[in-house]
C-alpha cells in the first residue's frame, strides 16, 4: 500500500497563499502523470490540476486557472500545489494523486493515494 505523505494545509484569509506538499516513494511519481484533487463537503471529487510526467505540461480547472500552480521536484520527489488569491469556495479537502496511466483527471484511476489535508478560506 502505497501512501504519500501530503503537508502545508491550514486556514487563511480570502485573498491570502497556501502551498501544499506531496511526498512519496520514486515510482510513485515516475508515472504517466500526477494530481491535485479536492472535495468538499457534500461534493464529488474534483480535479483541481495535473501534471503529465513526460513533457512536464499541465492542465488546471477553471475555477483555479491564473490563481493555482502545480510543480514537481522530481530530485526530491515531491508534488506542489501553490494556491494565491484563495477564496472561500476553496475550502475544501486537498488530496495528491500519483500513478494513473490515462485519464488524468479521472480520480478512479489512480492507485496512490494521499490522506488529505484541509484548506479553510475565510
Known amino acids: 500500500h502505497v501512501q504519500l505523505v501530503e503537508s502545508g494545509g491550514g486556514s487563511v484569509q480570502a485573498g491570502g497563499s497556501l502551498r501544499l506538499s506531496c511526498a512519496g516513494p520514486?515510482?510513485?511519481?515516475?508515472?504517466?502523470?500526477m494530481a491535485w484533487f479536492r472535495q468538499a463537503s457534500g461534493k464529488e471529487r474534483e480535479v483541481v490540476a495535473m501534471?503529465?510526467?513526460?513533457?512536464?505540461?499541465?492542465y488546471l480547472a477553471d475555477s483555479v486557472e491564473g490563481r493555482f500552480a502545480i510543480s514537481k521536484d522530481n530530485a526530491a520527489n515531491v508534488l506542489y500545489l501553490q494556491m494565491n488569491s484563495l477564496k472561500p469556495e476553496d475550502t475544501s479537502i486537498y488530496y495528491c494523486?500519483?500513478?494513473?496511466?490515462?485519464?488524468?483527471?479521472?480520480?478512479?484511476?489512480?492507485?496512490?493515494w494521499g490522506q488529505g489535508t484541509q484548506v479553510t478560506v475565510s
Open positions: 501534471m503529465y510526467s513526460a513533457d512536464g505540461s499541465q
Open positions: 520514486r515510482y510513485s511519481y515516475d508515472t504517466y502523470c
Open positions: 494523486a500519483a500513478g494513473a496511466s490515462r485519464l488524468c483527471w479521472s480520480a478512479p484511476l489512480y492507485p496512490y
